[in-house]
């Protein structure tokens, strides 16, 4: 068994390489080759034409001629034997396939925030809601602070009608791609009310303390869907009179 090259191969340009052998392979490419394999009396006895990375084969020969059908130059690896044998080993540079900077190229990750300042007699939230008929996103990842101690609810699916809601101040939800014109998906939202809601759905609470943002990397994504007149997603203190400020980060579709 024996490798041949690397090997520079300008455009266009014919090798021809005096070594006999019974199984012939590309091992590495950058661009089609056109391969013929010659027995003793000149005769063709195979030909690969186009071949790239990995084709073979396993005609007797005597010598044989590789041809670059490039425009380019480009560097080759070839390997023979008198046997039967082969790498079949997939050459060149492994590219591994970024799923987050592709959503990001394709402007399907989003970010935004929304902050709250305190207001007497009113409890402060933040909340997520996506634009009606719009394609769900999933959330990844919060940071939510207090501008002091307090224990906050993490509730989902509320109509507006039943969130007691005093005031409310939206901030769209922008994709990550700096540059892009897409429209918004959704809003973070900053509320006030004039008490704390009764949720049917709670995911839970948490003890934010002062002035430090505590950051939720979910293992799972929450799923936020569209529904019209709904906050998705509330972060609200339970206690009154406490500023509050959330971020979010999500994909869609």
């Known amino acids: 068994m024996e490798l041949l090259g690397p090997f520079v191969i300008a455009a266009g340009e014919t090798k ?20 013929i394999m010659l027995g003793d009396a000149g005769e063709v006895m195979d030909e690969m034409r186009g071949a790239l990375s990995g084709f073979y084969s396993e005609s007797q020969f005597r010598q044989f001629q590789v041809t670059n059908r490039a425009t380019s130059a480009q560097t080759v690896t070839l390997m023979i034997t008198d046997g039967r044998g082969g790498s079949r080993r997939q050459p060149g540079t492994v590219k ?26 009113r409890n402060s939230s933040i909340a997520l809601q996506l634009e009606f008929g719009v394609q769900p996103i999933y959330l ?19 109509p507006f009608g039943t969130l007691l809601i005093d005031t409310i101040t939206a901030t769209w939800l922008r994709t990550k791609d700096a540059f ?46 569209a529904g019209g007149n709904w906050s998705q997603l509330v972060v609200i203190a339970t206690t009154q009179n406490v500023s509050m400020a959330g971020f979010f980060e999500a994909y869609g579709d």
């Open 140 to 158: 990844t990842s919060m940071t939510i602070s207090a501008g002091a101690p307090t224990f906050v609810d993490i509730a989902k699916s509320e």
């Open 180 to 225: 892009s014109t897409n429209p918004p998906r959704g809003y973070a939202q900053a509320l006030t009310h004039t008490a704390l809601p009764s949720f049917a759905h709670t995911y839970g609470s948490l003890l934010l303390p002062a002035n430090t943002p505590i950051q939720i990397k979910f293992d799972e994504p929450i799923k936020i869907e």
């Open 96 to 121: 591994v396939l970024d799923e987050a900077r592709l959503r990001v190229d394709q402007r399907r990750s989003f970010m935004g925030g929304a902050r709250q300042p305190a207001v007497a007699s």
């Open 16 to 35: 021809v390489f005096a070594k006999s052998g019974r199984y012939l392979e590309v091992i590495a490419a950058d661009a089609a080759l056109d391969i």
